[in-house]
C-alpha cells in the first residue's frame, strides 16, 4: 500500500473515532455502575470478575464479530443503517410479497426505535459526565440538571450551523478521550492485576451459576457497554469498512477494555466506590478536566446520534416513509451533512423532557437499554434476510448463524423488557409513535393513489383520441407531474377541459425513488416518445440523494430531448385529502392524522425544486 493510501486510511480510521465510536465509548461513564446498581449484585470479587467478563465478551461478540464482520457484508451500495438494511432485505426478498411485508414491518418499528434512542443517548450521556460534579464536591449535586439541560439546548441550537467545522476536531479530542481512558484503566489494572483474569469468559458462567435471576436482570445493564453499534452500520458509508475497522481494534477495543477493567480493580479494592467507579477512578487533581472531557466526549456522541436522526429522516422520506420535510444542506463538500429543522425540535423537547422527568442517569439507565437492544435483534433479523435471499447461504448455515446471534440479541432485549414498567416505556412508546406515523403515511399515500387512479383517465385510449381530434397548440413545453406514468394527468385534463389547448411539446414527468442510496448515471433518466407531441419522462434518484427536476431536465441533451426553462410550464395537481368511508380503507383516526400531515408536509414544488415562476398548480379533492 502506498504512502498516501496509508495516510487516507489513517485519517479516516481517526474521523470514525469521533463519529462513529463516540456513542459506543462513553459508555464506561455508566455501566459498571448501573450494573452493581442491581438489587442482589453485591460487590464481591467472584461477581465483579464475572461483570467485566460479560462485558468484555459482548465487545467481542456483538461488536468484533456480529457488526464488524457480519452485519458491515449487507452494505447498499456501500451504504448502512437499518432504512438502507430494510431496502436492501426488500429487494433480495422481492419475489416473495409476504417476506416483504414483514421486513418493511420490521425495518420500520427498528427505525421508529433509532429515533427512541437519538432522545435518551443525549440525556443519558452528557447526565452522567455532568454527574461527576458530585463526586468532585456533593454540594453542588443540585447543578447537575441545570448544566445537563444547558449543554442540551446549546447542542440543539448549534445544529443549523453544521457540524463541518467542529466535527474537524472530533476524531482528534475522540482520541484523547479514549487515550485517557486506557490510562485510567491501566492506572487501576496496576492496583490489582487479579483482574485480568476475567478475560476468561468462565467468570461470565460463575455469575449466572451464583446469581441466577439477579445476573439475568444485570444483563439490562451489561449491553450499556455496546450501545451505539448500530452508528458502526450506520456511518459505513461515510468512512468504509476498513476504517472503522482499523480504528475498532488498534485504539477504541483496547481503551474500552482497559478502562473497564481498572474499574473492576477499583471496585474490587474499595467497593464503597461502586456508586460511581468511573470518576473514583480519576486522580483528584484530574477530577475537572476529566469533567470537562466528559462533557464534550458525550456532546460529540450526542452529535453523531442526532445527525444519524436526520439521515435516517431522509432516506425515510425519499422512500415514502414519513411527509416531506425542509433539509438544509450544512456542508458544501460533504452531501451528507444535513441539517432538519423540525425533527431538530422535536428531539430537543423530548431529550429536555427526559433530563427533566428522569433527573439521573440512574433512571435513564431503564429507558436506556430497550430501544438499543430492540434495533439490535431487528438489525440480526434482516442480516440473516439478506444472507439468505442475496448472499445465496443455505438454510442450516443461517440457522447456525442466526441462533448464535439471537440468542445474545435476545437476553438481552428480554433483560431490558423487565424493566419497561421502571422507564423502558419511554423509549417504546416513542418509537410506537413514529411508528404509527410512518405506516400511516405510507398507507396514506397508497390509498390516495387508488383513488386517483379508480378516478382517472388511462393514457393509451386517451392518447389515440388526441389523433383523432387534434387539440390546438400552444409554443413552448409543458410538464405535467405524475406519480402514475400508465395515466394521464389530472392537470393535463384540466388544463384541457378548462384552456382548451395543449403545449407543443408535452412531457408526462415521474419521479422514482429507488431503494438504493444512488441511481446509476444509466439509469437516471428514461425518455419515450408517445408521438403526437407526447413524452413519458422517468427520473430516478437514490434514497440519499435531493431530488433536483431542473438540474435534471438540463441534462436530458444525453437521451436527445433539450429543455429550456424560461420556455417550459410544471403543471402539478395539488390534492387536498380528506376522510371517507372506503372499504380497505384505514381507521378514521388514521384518516385525520394523516389529512394533518398532508396539509402541514412540505409541498412536492418545493421537495422537487420547482421554480415557482414557471409553475401552474391545479387543486383537487381526494377522498380516502
Same mark, same amino acid.
Given at each position: 500500500m502506498h504512502a498516501d493510501s496509508h495516510k487516507r486510511l489513517a485519517a479516516l480510521a481517526l474521523g470514525a473515532v469521533g463519529?462513529?465510536?463516540?456513542?459506543?465509548?462513553?459508555?464506561?461513564?455508566?455501566?459498571?455502575?448501573?450494573?452493581?446498581?442491581?438489587?442482589?449484585?453485591?460487590? *464481591?470479587?467472584?461477581?465483579?470478575?464475572? *461483570?467485566?467478563?460479560?462485558?468484555?465478551?459482548s465487545l467481542?461478540?456483538?461488536? !468484533?464479530?456480529?457488526?464488524?464482520?457480519?452485519?458491515?457484508?449487507a452494505d447498499n451500495k456501500g451504504e448502512g443503517g437499518i432504512v438502507?438494511?430494510?431496502?436492501?432485505?426488500?429487494? !433480495?426478498?422481492?419475489?416473495?410479497?409476504? &417476506?416483504?411485508?414483514?421486513?418493511?414491518?420490521?425495518?420500520?418499528?427498528? *427505525?421508529?426505535?433509532?429515533?427512541?434512542?437519538?432522545?435518551?443517548?443525549?440525556?443519558? !450521556?452528557?447526565?452522567?459526565?455532568?454527574?461527576?460534579?458530585?463526586? *468532585?464536591? +456533593?454540594?453542588?449535586?443540585?447543578?447537575?440538571?441545570?448544566? &445537563?439541560?444547558?449543554?442540551?439546548?446549546t447542542l440543539f441550537a448549534l445544529q443549523k450551523h453544521g457540524t463541518e467545522r467542529i466535527g474537524a476536531v472530533f476524531g482528534p479530542v475522540c482520541a484523547i478521550w479514549f487515550l485517557s481512558l486506557a490510562a485510567l484503566g491501566v492506572y487501576g489494572i496496576v492496583q490489582e492485576p487479579s483482574v485480568l483474569r476475567a478475560v476468561s469468559p468462565v467468570y461470565a458462567v460463575d455469575f449466572f451459576v451464583h446469581n441466577r435471576m439477579q445476573a439475568f436482570f444485570a444483563l439490562g445493564a451489561v449491553v450499556l457497554a455496546v450501545t451505539g453499534t448500530e452508528a458502526l452500520y450506520a456511518d459505513m458509508g461515510h468512512f468504509g469498512k476498513r476504517p472503522i475497522q482499523g480504528a475498532w481494534f488498534t485504539l477504541v477495543l483496547p481503551?474500552?477494555?482497559?478502562?473497564?477493567?481498572?474499574?473492576?480493580?477499583?471496585?474490587?479494592?474499595?467497593p464503597e466506590t461502586v456508586a460511581n467507579p468511573f470518576y473514583h477512578l480519576v486522580p483528584r487533581a484530574l477530577l475537572y478536566p476529566m469533567i470537562a472531557l466528559a462533557t464534550i466526549a458525550t456532546v460529540i456522541a450526542s452529535q453523531a446520534v442526532i445527525s444519524g436522526a436526520f439521515s435516517m429522516t431522509r432516506e425515510a422520506m425519499q422512500l415514502g416513509y414519513m411527509p416531506r420535510m425542509r433539509v438544509v444542506h450544512t456542508s458544501r463538500n460533504m452531501s451528507g451533512q444535513i441539517y432538519v429543522p423540525w425533527i431538530n425540535r422535536m428531539l430537543m423537547m423530548l431529550v429536555v423532557g427526559a433530563v427533566i422527568g428522569f433527573r439521573s442517569s440512574d433512571n435513564l439507565g431503564a429507558a436506556y437499554g430497550i430501544a438499543v437492544t430492540g434495533t439490535m435483534v431487528i438489525t440480526t433479523l434482516?442480516?440473516?434476510v439478506v444472507a439468505r435471499f442475496r448472499w445465496g447461504w443455505r438454510w442450516p448455515t443461517i440457522v447456525l448463524v442466526g441462533a448464535g446471534l439471537l440468542v445474545v440479541d435476545l437476553g438481552f432485549f428480554s433483560a431490558n423488557a423487565t424493566k419497561i414498567a421502571s422507564g423502558g416505556w419511554f423509549p417504546l412508546a416513542l418509537g410506537l409513535c413514529v411508528f404509527v406515523l410512518m405506516t400511516t403515511w405510507r398507507r396514506g399515500r397508497a390509498l390516495v393513489a387508488r383513488t386517483i387512479r379508480q378516478g382517472g383517465v388511462a393514457l393509451a385510449p386517451f392518447l389515440q383520441s388526441l389523433a383523432e381530434h387534434p387539440p390546438r397548440t400552444v409554443p413552448g413545453t409543458a410538464i405535467f407531474m405524475t406519480a402514475d406514468p400508465e395515466q394521464v394527468p389530472n392537470s393535463m385534463l384540466h388544463n384541457l377541459k378548462h384552456n382548451k389547448v395543449l403545449h407543443e411539446r408535452n412531457v408526462l414527468l415521474t419521479v422514482e425513488m429507488l431503494d438504493t442510496p444512488s441511481a446509476d448515471a444509466d439509469e437516471r433518466i428514461d425518455l419515450h416518445d408517445l408521438g403526437h407531441g407526447m413524452y413519458r419522462l422517468?427520473?430516478?434518484?437514490?434514497?440519499?440523494?435531493? +431530488?433536483?427536476?431542473?438540474?435534471?431536465?438540463?441534462?436530458?441533451?444525453?437521451?436527445?430531448?433539450?429543455?429550456?426553462?424560461?420556455?417550459?410550464?410544471?403543471?402539478? !395537481?395539488r390534492e387536498t385529502v380528506v376522510s371517507g368511508d372506503h372499504d380497505g380503507g384505514m381507521a378514521t383516526w388514521r384518516d385525520r392524522l394523516?389529512?394533518?400531515?398532508?396539509?402541514?408536509?412540505?409541498?412536492?414544488?418545493?421537495?422537487?425544486?420547482?421554480?415557482?415562476?414557471?409553475?401552474?398548480?391545479?387543486?383537487a379533492h381526494v377522498e380516502i
Amino acid at each position: 500500500m502506498h504512502a498516501d493510501s496509508h495516510k487516507r486510511l489513517a485519517a479516516l480510521a481517526l474521523g470514525a473515532v469521533g463519529v462513529v465510536y463516540g456513542d459506543i465509548g462513553t459508555s464506561p461513564l455508566y455501566t459498571i455502575k448501573e450494573i452493581f446498581g442491581e438489587p442482589g449484585i453485591a460487590t *464481591a470479587p467472584q461477581n465483579v470478575l464475572g *461483570a467485566l467478563s460479560l462485558i468484555f465478551w459482548s465487545l467481542i461478540v456483538v461488536v !468484533s464479530v456480529k457488526y464488524l464482520l457480519f452485519i458491515m457484508r449487507a452494505d447498499n451500495k456501500g451504504e448502512g443503517g437499518i432504512v438502507a438494511l430494510m431496502a436492501l432485505a426488500q429487494r !433480495s426478498a422481492r419475489s416473495r410479497p409476504r &417476506t416483504v411485508a414483514t421486513i418493511a414491518i420490521l425495518g420500520l418499528f427498528g *427505525a421508529a426505535l433509532f429515533y427512541g434512542d437519538g432522545v435518551i443517548t443525549p440525556a443519558m !450521556s452528557v447526565l452522567s459526565a455532568v454527574e461527576g460534579l458530585e463526586v *468532585a464536591a +456533593p454540594s453542588l449535586a443540585h447543578w447537575v440538571v441545570p448544566i &445537563t439541560l444547558l449543554v442540551i439546548v446549546t447542542l440543539f441550537a448549534l445544529q443549523k450551523h453544521g457540524t463541518e467545522r467542529i466535527g474537524a476536531v472530533f476524531g482528534p479530542v475522540c482520541a484523547i478521550w479514549f487515550l485517557s481512558l486506557a490510562a485510567l484503566g491501566v492506572y487501576g489494572i496496576v492496583q490489582e492485576p487479579s483482574v485480568l483474569r476475567a478475560v476468561s469468559p468462565v467468570y461470565a458462567v460463575d455469575f449466572f451459576v451464583h446469581n441466577r435471576m439477579q445476573a439475568f436482570f444485570a444483563l439490562g445493564a451489561v449491553v450499556l457497554a455496546v450501545t451505539g453499534t448500530e452508528a458502526l452500520y450506520a456511518d459505513m458509508g461515510h468512512f468504509g469498512k476498513r476504517p472503522i475497522q482499523g480504528a475498532w481494534f488498534t485504539l477504541v477495543l483496547p481503551a474500552l477494555v482497559l478502562n473497564y477493567f481498572g474499574q473492576g480493580a477499583l471496585v474490587m479494592l474499595h467497593p464503597e466506590t461502586v456508586a460511581n467507579p468511573f470518576y473514583h477512578l480519576v486522580p483528584r487533581a484530574l477530577l475537572y478536566p476529566m469533567i470537562a472531557l466528559a462533557t464534550i466526549a458525550t456532546v460529540i456522541a450526542s452529535q453523531a446520534v442526532i445527525s444519524g436522526a436526520f439521515s435516517m429522516t431522509r432516506e425515510a422520506m425519499q422512500l415514502g416513509y414519513m411527509p416531506r420535510m425542509r433539509v438544509v444542506h450544512t456542508s458544501r463538500n460533504m452531501s451528507g451533512q444535513i441539517y432538519v429543522p423540525w425533527i431538530n425540535r422535536m428531539l430537543m423537547m423530548l431529550v429536555v423532557g427526559a433530563v427533566i422527568g428522569f433527573r439521573s442517569s440512574d433512571n435513564l439507565g431503564a429507558a436506556y437499554g430497550i430501544a438499543v437492544t430492540g434495533t439490535m435483534v431487528i438489525t440480526t433479523l434482516l442480516a440473516l434476510v439478506v444472507a439468505r435471499f442475496r448472499w445465496g447461504w443455505r438454510w442450516p448455515t443461517i440457522v447456525l448463524v442466526g441462533a448464535g446471534l439471537l440468542v445474545v440479541d435476545l437476553g438481552f432485549f428480554s433483560a431490558n423488557a423487565t424493566k419497561i414498567a421502571s422507564g423502558g416505556w419511554f423509549p417504546l412508546a416513542l418509537g410506537l409513535c413514529v411508528f404509527v406515523l410512518m405506516t400511516t403515511w405510507r398507507r396514506g399515500r397508497a390509498l390516495v393513489a387508488r383513488t386517483i387512479r379508480q378516478g382517472g383517465v388511462a393514457l393509451a385510449p386517451f392518447l389515440q383520441s388526441l389523433a383523432e381530434h387534434p387539440p390546438r397548440t400552444v409554443p413552448g413545453t409543458a410538464i405535467f407531474m405524475t406519480a402514475d406514468p400508465e395515466q394521464v394527468p389530472n392537470s393535463m385534463l384540466h388544463n384541457l377541459k378548462h384552456n382548451k389547448v395543449l403545449h407543443e411539446r408535452n412531457v408526462l414527468l415521474t419521479v422514482e425513488m429507488l431503494d438504493t442510496p444512488s441511481a446509476d448515471a444509466d439509469e437516471r433518466i428514461d425518455l419515450h416518445d408517445l408521438g403526437h407531441g407526447m413524452y413519458r419522462l422517468q427520473l430516478r434518484y437514490g434514497f440519499d440523494e435531493d +431530488p433536483d427536476v431542473p438540474a435534471t431536465l438540463l441534462q436530458c441533451g444525453a437521451v436527445g430531448a433539450t429543455f429550456d426553462l424560461m420556455d417550459t410550464t410544471f403543471f402539478l !395537481s395539488r390534492e387536498t385529502v380528506v376522510s371517507g368511508d372506503h372499504d380497505g380503507g384505514m381507521a378514521t383516526w388514521r384518516d385525520r392524522l394523516f389529512a394533518f400531515l398532508s396539509r402541514n408536509t412540505m409541498t412536492a414544488t418545493a421537495f422537487f425544486r420547482i421554480p415557482g415562476n414557471r409553475l401552474i398548480e391545479l387543486g383537487a379533492h381526494v377522498e380516502i
